[in-house]
């Protein structure tokens, strides 16, 4: 063990960070805010939060108001949360959730012992809102500030107004990239700390055409590599989300099983943010003797973890991101061309520990003409809602004079207010309802929370949160292999209702696993996704927890779908559709679009008259998934002022419908 703890003592030693540790604390004993800017990898997420606690511990020794205070270091992405915590466990020598802990949504690994914690930027905001005071905290470090996102930017503000009326409070801000004057300049001048970092030469290639499909390029190029260049040198290829990396990933197993004892050994390592903990770990595993990994990853490999021995880099030029319409409402996750600057770092990656080699999977052209300079924050591009409860919660009411690092746009705030009304979580004048405060205890987009409540109303939660769980998986659960497709339609025509469309349809899959005891070859069986529905069962758990501390109380109405239907009306009433003339496509009740019912869909071939939906999706079309047919009449009772006075009555729905449900199906068109 002691030769462990001095090697791991050398490493911290030899990071480019550490040569300015006095200076940076120095700094920090004299200016309140700082901001640090270095490199991936050069220490700033594991060693400058140990800086500050070592520093905060001798100050202690005088001054007793600032024993026992923690540090925080907050990041965008649960993955590095979780990951560096871990990391910095081992080099202080402790378990973690000692004295090293992290606490990302629903996971809070911290104890009464925990001094440093690393977190999600949204737990911290979260945590302002039960304590505004931040007095169990000494300092904060904002972490991968670059990365804009909207958790980030609040965070700023408000540690900025707190470390006014606080002069004892620390902030580090911190960041990869080189461009923090805007930052200094937020911060009221903050000083800049550049911290030079050790970095090889990283050769950039293009490719001569662009590439139609870049998942089956990027695993081309791969073995390319793998078969032709020598062995150490680990591959990092860019995706853009889970389904992509674990398609990726089948393929490259596959193709390794084929080639046999003909390659090299290639392991296979996934990081993205739903991944089972145990598997992230692997990749920053160090590889083997005589084998090559291949990490396939979403953009937290890009500067918010460190992987060493990455030699190559393969970059397709996606991400996804949240693109929000403040016309329609519509809120989606589009993958879209990276920025030139997210290029630049995601070729940084491959010069780690040596001279390595950047593979574009575009051309020099589409580089210069396709990808913009940088991308423009979160907080400019994303549906707010979240966000304005939050900070209505907090108790910031003006929201035009909130001092935002940069404003969002005055139509999307709008919005956001509006819809919050609408789900009686304000009121005229704009404050917070009792509705509301307790919509902002849920971790939840303000749409789900709501569904919850009714549900407490009208004695459903079990079902409810099951169904709100199960939402968040709905889109990579029902698996159709190629040469089985009749035999996974059939399986899943099993679970499907008819009257309670995808919702229910998803209530009995989840139930149907349960009973069969969280069976894996239940799923198998069923053509299911296993790791999606453990998830959602982690998640559904975190929630009756939360229940628990909110008081709201399990109640079950297991065969009245009527009341579940309703509860999910009421978050979900912006989303209402009614059939149109043409019998086919459906419009939009608030504002008229034309949409149709995936072909996935429970609903897709009944087509009831009146729907809501969970989310559109823009294919060909803009289709919706996850339909459920309701009574339009629900939509005045639990959305009273959203729709025009009269407009439901309007849609010849004034007759009384059959108890239960709007007529559904056929015959009730
Ligand atoms: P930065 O935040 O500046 O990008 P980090 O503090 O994350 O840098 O990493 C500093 C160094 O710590 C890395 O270069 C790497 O050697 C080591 N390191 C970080 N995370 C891990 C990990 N999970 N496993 C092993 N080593 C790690
Ligand atoms: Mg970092």
Request: proline share 5%; net charge neutral.
């Amino acid at each position: 063990a002691e030769k462990r703890v001095k090697s791991i003592e050398e490493v911290r030693k030899s990071l480019p960070i550490y040569q300015y540790k006095e200076q940076i604390l120095a700094a920090v004993a004299e200016h309140q805010i700082i901001i640090v800017v270095a490199n991936t990898g050069s220490g700033k997420t594991t060693q400058l939060p140990q800086y500050l606690l070592e520093m905060f511990d001798r100050q202690a020794v005088k001054n007793a108001s600032l024993s026992g205070k923690m540090v925080a270091c907050t990041q965008p992405r649960r993955v590095a949360a979780t990951s560096v915590a871990k990391r910095v466990a081992e080099e202080m020598g402790t378990k973690l959730g000692h004295k090293v802990g992290y606490s990302i949504r629903f996971e809070d690994k911290t104890s009464e012992q925990t001094r440093l914690k690393y977190m999600t930027d949204g737990m911290l905001l979260r945590e302002l809102m039960g304590d505004p005071s931040l007095n169990s905290y000494s300092s904060v470090i904002i972490d991968e500030a670059h990365e804009r996102s909207i958790n980030t930017d609040i965070l700023c503000a408000i540690l900025k107004d707190h470390a006014r009326a606080n002069p004892d409070f620390r902030l580090i801000v911190s960041s990869a990239t080189m461009n923090a004057q805007a930052f200094s300049k937020y911060f009221d001048d903050a000083p800049i700390f550049n911290v030079p970092g050790s970095t090889f030469p990283v050769h950039i290639n293009y490719t001569v055409a662009s590439e139609a499909n870049y998942l089956a390029a990027a695993v081309t190029t791969l073995f390319q590599i793998h078969l032709s260049q020598p062995i150490p040198g680990d591959v990092l290829i860019f995706l853009t989300g889970e389904d992509e990396i674990e398609a990726a990933a089948t393929n490259v197993e596959e193709t390794i099983r084929k080639l046999g004892s003909r390659a090299p050994e290639l392991i296979v390592c996934r990081l993205y943010s739903g991944l089972d903990s145990a598997l992230q770990l692997k990749a920053f595993e160090p590889t083997p003797p005589g084998a090559r990994k291949v990490i396939l990853s979403t953009n937290i490999a890009e500067t918010s973890v460190t992987l060493d021995g990455v030699r190559w880099v393969c970059d397709p030029g996606y991400e996804k991101q949240h693109h929000f319409d403040s016309r329609t409402g519509m809120d989606s996750l589009v993958i879209t061309p990276i920025s030139r600057a997210s290029a630049a770092q995601r070729a940084g990656r491959a010069g780690r520990t040596a001279e390595g080699t950047c593979l574009r999977l575009y051309t020099k052209h589409a580089y210069y003409s396709e990808l913009p300079e940088s991308t423009p924050p979160e907080i400019q591009r994303a549906n707010l809602s979240s966000v304005v409860l939050q900070l209505k919660s907090l108790g910031i009411n003006n929201l035009i004079d909130f001092d935002f690092p940069d404003p969002p746009s005055p139509d999307v705030l709008a919005r956001a207010l509006e819809e919050l009304y609408a789900l009686g979580a304000l009121n005229d004048g704009g404050s917070l309802t009792s509705i509301g405060r307790k919509l902002a205890e849920f971790p939840l987009n303000p749409l789900l929370a709501k569904c919850i409540l009714e549900a407490d109303r009208l004695g459903c939660v079990d079902e409810v949160l099951t169904i709100v769980a199960m939402l968040g998986e709905s889109g990579a659960l029902f698996l159709r292999p190629k040469d089985k497709r009749i035999l996974a339609d059939s399986a899943r025509s099993r679970f499907s209702s008819k009257e309670g469309g995808d919702q229910l349809s998803l209530l009995n899959v989840y139930n149907s696993w349960a009973e069969s005891d969280y069976d894996p070859m239940f799923c198998k069986e069923n053509f299911l996704q296993y790791r999606s529905l453990v998830r959602a069962r982690d998640v559904r758990d975190q929630l009756v927890k939360l229940c628990d501390r909110v008081e709201v109380a399990p109640s079950s109405a297991v065969s009245d779908h009527v009341a579940i239907r309703k509860s999910l009306t009421s978050g979900f009433f912006a989303n209402a559709a009614r059939l149109a003339r043409d019998g086919q496509s459906y419009r939009t009740i608030k504002n008229s679009m034309t949409v149709w019912i995936h072909p996935s869909s429970t609903l897709n071939e009944t087509r009831p008259r009146f729907v809501i939906y969970g989310e559109l999706v823009l294919t060909t079309k803009e289709y919706m998934r996850n339909v459920m047919p309701i009574d339009p009449l629900w939509l005045n009772e639990v959305a009273p002022h959203f729709f025009k006075e009269g407009e439901i009555e309007k849609l010849g729905v004034g007759k009384k419908m059959p108890k239960g449900q709007g007529k559904v199906g056929v015959d009730g068109r």
